[in-house]
T-cell receptor, first 112, second 114 residues
Framework: GENVEQHPSTLSVQEGDSAVIKCTYS??????FPWYKQELGKRPQLIID?????GEKKDQRIAVTLNKTAKHFSLHITETQPEDSAVYFC???????????FGTGTRLQVTL | SAVISQKPSRDICQRGTSLTIQCQVD?????MFWYRQQPGQSLTLIAT?????????ESGFVIDKFPISRPNLTFSTLTVSNMSPEDSSIYLC???????????FGPGTRLLVL
């Protein structure tokens, strides 16, 4: 089955700096890659997603890039703010079913 | 996106008992999923629940321990049976948006087993 690895497990940046989180996946049939943000005690919230026919997608300060050949995708957050502090999860679908496999998560801390 | 609710939001249970968690969606959805999130960990899929068919369980999860019902397109239940302290976790349902691959999560049920 699908295996998703995520790095780093923790990331601390100063406010205004950029943050990058990287994920790799194993199933070449995967074609949908969402990113979720989970604040303490809250449900995971979708922040951005990308499909395999697209190499990059941006939404304001957030961007995701996908390299299908290398089977990795990354989340980029620019001009980080304290409210960006949360745990971020990447995920990949199985290619043949709707279910998602999640990465292990990255705890992002944005310091003043 | 769909509005998803779960009941109960949290519970404290004694070992050996069972708890049924409800997931309600404000619109009809085909695919519903149940996840477990252990403290400080990622999300692990327990099973996929489609209306009118048996749930499909992931490796490591069995129907006797986690029976699931899906009586209609807006509702599902997950039962955690014969609980032990190792079942202490957050249980989340999610639904797939109509015509899209995106999953949206319910608020979760925080379970503590003593």
């Amino acid at each position: 089955g699908e295996n998703v690895e995520q790095h780093p497990s923790t990331l601390s940046v100063q406010e205004g700096d950029s943050a990058v989180i990287k994920c790799t996946y194993s199933d070449s049939a995967s074609n949908y890659f969402p990113w979720y943000k989970q604040e303490l005690g809250k449900r995971p919230q979708l922040i951005i997603d990308i499909r395999s026919n697209v190499g990059e997608k941006k939404d304001q300060r957030i961007a995701v890039t996908l390299n299908k050949t290398a089977k990795h995708f990354s989340l980029h957050i620019t001009e980080t703010q304290p409210e960006d502090s949360a745990v971020y999860f990447c995920a990949a679908d199985t290619g043949t079913a709707s279910k998602l496999t999640f990465g292990t998560g990255t705890r992002l801390q944005v310091t003043l | 996106s769909a509005v998803i609710s779960q009941k109960p939001s949290r519970d404290i249970c004694q070992r050996g008992t069972s708890l049924t968690i409800q997931c309600q969606v404000d619109s009809q959805v085909t695919m519903m999923f149940w996840y477990r999130q252990q403290p400080g960990q990622s999300l692990t899929l327990i099973a996929t629940a489609n209306q009118g068919s048996e749930a499909t369980y992931e490796s490591g999860f069995v129907i006797d321990k986690f029976p699931i019902s899906r009586p209609n397109l807006t509702f599902s239940t997950l039962t955690v049976s014969n609980m032990s302290p190792e079942d202490s976790s957050i249980y989340l349902c999610s639904v797939e948006g109509t015509g899209e691959m995106t999953q949206y999560f319910g608020p979760g049920t925080r379970l503590l087993v003593l």
